[in-house]
Every structure is written in structure tokens, then in C-alpha cells.
């Protein structure tokens, strides 16, 4: 990835006006993705560009904006969210694609737009959600670690014992501060991930079911279908996109 510090004495008069608009419209679009709210969040963005005009910009001040305002978003997610995993991932991933485009200002509102739905899409879990600063280090280790290790078999035990955490108080103190047990949000992990995968690949439910270790596929259609009252198959269909 490029690193562009930008010297402000060559900003022009433009691009300074831009900054100072564009960092209004990401306080604003961090506040409406903390509190789920994209109705608002796209009124927000149609009125910046009917305000602001982009002739004569800097594409690196342009960039550097997306870039920022990409970081911001995960940053509200570290503290709303366990499925922080997801997030990193998709920063990594918008990151390395802005970082590779040669920008052009035409382009700058559907990438803008594609960032906002995107992220707000990542964003629509609302039986998981938790602030992480109202919750204990073993707790939110536990859940970071069920999420970076969600592709394999996760056995409890295996967890406290990697993590070096008293079994018996970690999975009272998460039940307590989170509403559900470990194993319910083990199972939640891996049917997110699936959701995903059905989602965005072309991979098999087969394939899915064996990557995210369930015992067989019909275990994982079972598995599936008790989550969201829908097969995998039928799911797939309703939201295809690949």
C-alpha cells in the first residue's frame, strides 16, 4: 500500500473546502452506522454532493478521504461488534483495493456509496451486537477467538486451554454479559460465515459445510436451517450474487 502524506501548503482553496466538508459528512455517516441507520446515512451522502462540488479536486485528497473514512467505520465496529473479524477483513480488503486505483473523480460517488452499503450490510446483526468496553477481557477474548478461528473445529475446552482461561467462571461470565452461551454463539459464528459464503462464492453447500467443519452436509443444512428457518439451497437463491 502507498503512503501519501499530504502537504497542506499545496492544498488548494478546493480541496481544503473538500476536507473540511467530506469530515462533516464522516462524522455523521459513523454516527448513523453506530446506530444502524442507512435511510439517513444516504440522504446524508446525496445531500454532500449536491453541496459540494468536485471540480478541480485532488484524486489524493479524494483517496485519502475514502481511506479515512474506511478506517473510521471499523473502528465503530470494534466496540459494537463481535463478528469484529468480518470488519477487518473488509477494511483490508477496501484498503487494498483503493490503494491499487488510479481514482478519477467521476467515479468517486459510486465508490463512496459502495463502501457506506457495504459495511452497513456487515453491520445488520442485531441479536449479536456489544459494547465491548461494558464487557470483561475474557469475554471478548473469547469471542475474538471464536471469530479469527471460526473455520475450524472449536472445541470449548480447547479454547480455555489456548487462552489460558478458567473454563467454568469464562463461560458463566459470558452467558452473563452477552445472553447466550458459548456454544449458541460458536454456531452463530459458523452460520454467518456460511450466509457469507453461500452469498458471494459459487463453493458447494458441501464444500461450505466441510471449510466451516460441520460433520457432513446434512448436519450442516439441519445446523442451517434451526439458524434461519431456511436451507442453505433456498437461501443461496433469494440472495444470490455471484
Known sequence: MRIVKLDPSLLTSQD??????????????????????????????????RDCALQDLSSEVVLQSLIGLVGGLTNISFFTHLNIAHFLELRLAFIKFLSSQNLKIEDFRDILFDIVQTFFSYNDEPTRNVDFSKVSKQVALTAYYINMHRYERLRIDQIFATLNLDKKYTLTRFRAELGFSVTQYIRHVKMTEAKNLLINTSMS???????????????????????????PRKYRQLNRLV
Do not use: C
Open 16 to 49: 481544503r473546502s473538500f476536507i473540511l466538508k467530506f469530515s462533516l459528512l464522516e462524522h455523521d455517516l459513523l454516527h448513523f452506522f453506530e446506530n444502524k441507520d442507512y435511510e439517513h446515512a444516504h440522504e446524508h451522502i446525496d445531500q454532500f454532493f
Open 205 to 231: 453447500i458441501g464444500k461450505i459445510a466441510q471449510i466451516l467443519k460441520f460433520y457432513d452436509t446434512a448436519n450442516f443444512s439441519r445446523e442451517f436451517f434451526k439458524e434461519y428457518a431456511v436451507s
